[in-house]
């Protein structure tokens, strides 16, 4: 009897303990760090760790180019890498050679040398040459986090942080975790210890995207492998944006402290030191995302340069960087074509028509096409009470792009009091004052579905983005030059001059000579 009742009590305490919710708080954080290091081998031989040597091989995906916004990522490319990291000096050499597979087949050849505050980029361009510059400053932001959070380092970084604390568990994939949080660097910061192994699973940093605002940015841990030194490490290693894999990294070398590395593998060069590090370390994955497509971001947090070039009266090509708009000034109010990359660059579009232009609202903003680069800008012309005009394929697109909390770096839209509004186009649109004509006409392509080209009959102007680039050279029979080609003929379109979302201006001869349907064989 006496036994049964021990029993019953035992199992009472048992089940007691078992419904108890998780200790929450501080100080029960900083037990679970201490399980989770002794986990990985322990604080001493974590510590012992001062340099490390990681090769990996790997790929990446960009979910903001697919065809439809919510189609699967696009792989970009798949690569090789090499990190040489010194963890005591905070110094890192990053070795990158990849092969791109979008929008352009070439290598993704770099190589970035982080020595404390200061940061190089060497690139090496298809033909073999070799640029040398200081490090983005976006660029450096988004390295210095990833430093933060290798395996070896986010225990030590999530220890010495000041508001460390313990949230209640919670349960991904069948699979129970705790839930640590703090800051980094003003970066609210979340890591998962799996319970069963007390390893740490994954760490997630919140931070800041043009597009999508608050971000969630996911580094995953797996395959954990005991290696030298007596510590486990991660062998698998996936980066989500917003739940969306946009690269993994499987390990295929990892040395700990390399019995020898040459210092000239950290240097950087004093005419590069000397150089200032112009503009804003803009903590955000899109540099990043950018650098591997090979497209422009250096404009990203620096000052923004805006031209008018006059196409007509009344009708200007806005250019100055790498992506440009149109602005046709109507009776009573400007429209917009295409609001390309980030808030500040679309604010410093809109004060330059401000000022060419006053008095007049801008009424529409016509979004080209959903890409990376390309809609970046539509909550700046939302936050001035313009209507929003896209193919109606793309409409919950940009609803859904309106209604995302931009926090961490609030934007003119987060500013504002207007919500911004939407409009769908679905083959064509007519905006007219009476006199000037503004056709919004849709394209089929393969490059983004819902691409809209705006067209100036009577100026016989076309401004058209990402599928022909005037000036650019251009394959005959190129598809989409060929879908161009074919929306102009079936609208019965007369052009005079394409306008270029990128490039200039150039003839529609230009266009037809290279947008003919191929000749099928007979
Ligand atoms: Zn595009």
């Not at 990291?85 to 070439?106: A, F, I, N």
């Not at 005991?226 to 040395?255: M, Q, W, Y």
């Amino acid at each position: 009897m006496r036994l049964a009742i021990l029993v019953f009590a035992t199992v009472i305490t048992f089940l007691a303990s078992c419904s108890a919710p998780p200790a929450t708080g501080p100080e029960a954080a900083k037990a679970v760090i201490e399980e989770a290091a002794a986990s990985m081998g322990g604080w001493t031989n974590i510590e012992s760790v001062k340099v490390q040597e990681i090769l990996t091989g790997g790929g990446h995906w960009e979910p903001m180019q697919a065809v439809e916004p919510k189609a699967d990522p696009l792989v970009v490319d798949y690569f090789g890498q090499r990190l040489l990291v010194d963890l005591e000096k905070k110094r890192m050499r990053l070795t990158h050679d990849g092969k791109r597979s979008y929008p352009q087949p070439g290598p993704v050849k770099f190589t970035e040398v982080i020595d404390g505050d200061v940061a190089m980029l060497e690139t090496t361009s298809a033909d073999g040459k070799l640029t040398t510059e200081r490090l983005h400053p976006s660029r450096f932001a988004a390295r210095m986090r990833d430093f933060n959070r290798l395996p070896i380092q986010v225990l030590k970084v999530a220890k010495a942080a000041p508001d460390l604390t313990r949230e209640a568990d919670v349960t991904i994939e069948k699979k129970a975790f705790h839930v640590l949080k703090y800051k980094d660097g003003g970066s609210p910061v979340e890591l998962h210890i799996e319970v069963f192994n007390k390893l740490p699973a994954r760490v997630i940093y919140t931070e800041d995207d043009p597009i999508f605002g608050d971000t969630l940015n996911e580094l995953g841990f797996s395959d954990w492998k005991d290696v030298a030194g007596g510590v486990r490490l991660p062998h698998s290693l996936s980066t989500f944006l917003n739940g969306t894999k946009i690269r993994e990294d499987k390990v295929r070398t990892l040395i700990n402290n390399p019995p020898r590395f040459d210092e000239a593998e950290f240097a950087i060069p004093d005419d590069i030191r000397a150089q200032p590090e112009v503009g804003e370390r803009i903590l955000s994955q899109w540099t990043l995302r950018r650098a591997v497509i090979a497209v422009g971001y250096l404009d990203f947090g620096r000052s923004q340069s805006v031209k008018l070039d006059q196409l007509a009266p009344g009708v200007f090509h806005v250019t100055g960087g790498t992506h440009h708009s149109l602005a046709v000034e109507m009776k009573d109010h400007i429209v917009v074509v295409e609001m390309p990359l980030f808030d500040e660059r679309s604010a410093a579009v809109i004060k330059a028509l401000e000022e060419k232009i006053p008095g007049k609202p801008i009424k529409y903003g016509v979004i080209s096409h959903y890409h990376i680069d390309h809609s970046g800008g539509l909550r700046t012309y939302a936050a001035i009470g313009a209507t929003l005009l896209a193919h109606e394929s793309i409409v919950p697109f940009v609803k859904e792009t309106l209604e995302r909390p931009h926090t961490i770096r609030p934007d003119s839209l987060s500013k504002a009091s207007s919500k911004g509004s939407v409009e769908g186009v679905v083959d064509s649109k007519e905006l007219t004052d009476g006199e000037r004509v503004v056709q919004l006409i849709a394209v089929p392509s393969g490059h983004a579905a819902g691409m809209l080209v705006a067209y100036l009959p009577k100026e016989k102007l076309l401004f058209v983005s990402d599928i022909y680039t005037p000036g650019a050279p251009i394959q005959p029979g190129d598809g989409n030059a060929v879908a161009l080609m074919a929306a102009i003929t079936k609208a019965n379109l007369t052009v005079d001059r394409i306008v270029g979302g990128h490039g200039g201006v150039g003839p529609f001869k230009d266009l037809q000579k290279v947008g003919a349907m191929p000749k099928t064989g007979s």
